[in-house]
């Protein structure tokens, strides 16, 4: 049973202090650590962003740029309202039942040099998967981009960073930051 505390030192038979809680200490909850090899450049080798990073009052912080990056998730022009196209970036997380997860993507460039779109998908599989659970776009104004859901369950997210406008080059590839943060785990921030 979870006890208030302020330290480890305040839990006892082996619990740890996480959020003022005494919790037990992680059982192989997924997704901890960072993953820096992979290239994010196809749904594939997407970039695993960690819980414990993404638990950190700062977040999950990247600079990237979809600058000659892979074209592994283009969707058709039926999906008017994510269409995309060409250059594409590619990040995977975990989630916990009932946490909540913001991604924001900000284009480096002046707006209008790059109008990004996130698109997110429920697993790893990305447009093989089926159409994704959520996709933002302002509408082509170049200005930065943010996706906010809440799990249903626990599993694997992917989220996309893309271009909007596949015929204006100029404007569907390009540098930016993107911020990731994760709230309301009620488990041990793994790993710790």
Same mark, same amino acid.
């Given at each position: 049973?979870?006890?208030?505390?302020?330290?480890?030192?305040?839990?006892?038979?082996?619990?740890?202090?996480?959020?003022?809680?005494?919790?037990?200490?992680?059982?192989?909850?997924?997704?901890?650590?960072?993953?820096?090899?992979?290239?994010?450049?196809?749904?594939? +080798?997407? %970039?695993?962003? /960690?819980?414990?990073?993404?638990? @950190?009052? $700062? !977040? &999950?912080?990247? =600079?990237?740029? #979809?600058?000659?990056?892979?074209?592994?998730?283009?969707?058709?022009?039926?999906?008017?309202?994510?269409?995309?196209?060409?250059?594409?970036?590619?990040?995977?997380?975990?989630?916990?039942?009932?946490?909540?997860?913001?991604?924001?993507?900000?284009?480096?460039?002046?707006?209008?040099?790059?109008?990004?779109?996130?698109?997110?998908?429920?697993?790893? +599989?990305? %447009?093989?998967? /089926?159409?994704?659970?959520?996709? @933002?776009? $302002? !509408? &082509?104004?170049? =200005?930065?981009? #943010?996706?906010?859901?809440?799990?249903?369950?626990?599993?694997?997210?992917?989220?996309?960073?893309?271009?909007?406008?596949?015929?204006?080059?100029?404007?569907?590839?390009?540098?930016?930051?993107?911020?990731?943060?994760?709230?309301?785990?009620?488990?041990?921030?793994?790993?710790?």
């Amino acid at each position: 049973m979870c006890v208030p505390c302020v330290t480890s030192q305040h839990c006892t038979g082996g619990l740890l202090c996480v959020n003022n809680l005494c919790v037990p200490p992680c059982i192989g909850v997924e997704g901890c650590a960072d993953e820096g090899s992979q290239t994010s450049n196809e749904c594939g +080798t997407a %970039k695993v962003m /960690g819980r414990t990073t993404l638990f @950190t009052s $700062d !977040g &999950y912080m990247i =600079a990237a740029n #979809t600058t000659s990056a892979g074209n592994d998730d283009d969707l058709a022009t039926t999906e008017t309202d994510c269409f995309d196209g060409k250059y594409d970036q590619f990040y995977r997380f975990y989630m916990k039942k009932a946490e909540t997860i913001t991604v924001t993507a900000d284009p480096v460039a002046a707006a209008w040099d790059f109008d990004i779109m996130l698109k997110l998908y429920a697993g790893t +599989t990305c %447009k093989a998967g /089926g159409s994704p659970i959520s996709c @933002t776009d $302002d !509408g &082509y104004d170049g =200005a930065s981009e #943010t996706v906010t859901h809440s799990a249903s369950a626990d599993g694997w997210y992917t989220v996309v960073v893309d271009g909007r406008l596949a015929f204006a080059d100029a404007q569907d590839y390009g540098a930016y930051n993107l911020v990731a943060k994760l709230m309301g785990n009620k488990a041990p921030l793994c790993c710790q």
